[in-house]
């Protein structure tokens, strides 16, 4: 067996990916398997991969993680989107999740949405962008941000983006655009509804980026942890509470928000043993409000 995964290893990275096919077509070990779909894939036979997925998937699930990825970003590839959330709901109703599993789920939907917007921006073009996005009440989170990515240039179609980031009810597409003007350094004022409903007036060019201001960065290091499970989800919420807060920038208490951020990734990967070092404190649990209002409206 081992000779056998050798000369795979070394025809993988000789990149002879039919000769690992005609090598592979009566295996049944999981690293073959693997080999196997992995070529069907790098050769665009996306068709023969999810056929190896489906009739092996006993023997895949021992490495769930390595499965769960392949499969969806194989179904969304062959832009099979309505497989790939079922799929994801199979998945999530699968017991004994490890840790790792767990993230790879929670992010899981998230992905296949962004896969699909993607996809759906490059198939419009920008007058028919520009006609949604003037009925953008209308509009779904993803739809937003599809058409607003089929936009070369926001700073040039600020008539219809303008009411977007003073009316539209999601927080996190108004940031995106605001975003999205910082990246192109629009040095133009522009009127922004923030998460306190709020109009205010705001250079996008002068804007501190989510978690890049000096205090921000700081909390940010400080979510390094041994735990790349609980890094990688502490992280992520850090990231959405600061694009939450924009344009404000986080200032406050390093170690605090450090502490309620991590317990907030526990609790999400479903750690019960996490708790607070002071639920009375004033302050921690401010932060913790303003994180879960933050997490809320995602």
Known sequence: MKKNLDE???????????????????SKDLKSLFYRISSFIMLEKYDDALNCINKNKSVLMDDLPSLIKVHIDLLCEMNKY??????????????????EVEEILRNLNKNI?????????????????????????NLDFNEILTYIDCLNNLGEHMDVIAPILKEYKNIYARAYILLALNKENYTFDVSYLSNDKKIININPSKLTTPYFGSVGLEVYKKL??????????????????????????F????????????????????????S???HSDEQIQNYLKEVED????I
Do not use: W
């Open 113 to 137: 949405r962004e896969h699909e917007r993607r996809n759906n921006a490059n198939s419009v073009d920008v007058t028919s962008a520009i006609e949604k996005l003037k009925d953008f009440k």
């Open 224 to 249: 390094d942890d041994k735990d790349k499970t609980i890094e990688k989800v502490a992280k992520d919420i850090f990231f959405y509470y600061t694009t939450y807060i924009l344009p404000d920038e």
């Open 251 to 274: 200032k406050g208490d390093v170690d605090k928000m450090v502490e309620v951020i991590k317990f907030k990734a526990h609790q999400l990967i479903g750690n019960k043993d996490c």
């Open 82 to 99: 309505d497989e790939a959330y079922e799929e994801a709901k199979v998945y999530s109703n699968l017991p004994y999740h490890s840790q």
């Open 294 to 297: 933050a997490l809320k409206n």
């Open 276 to 278: 607070l070092s002071n």
């Open 8 to 26: 795979l290893d070394k025809l993988f990275e000789e990149n002879r990916l039919d000769t690992i096919i005609e090598k592979t077509s009566e």
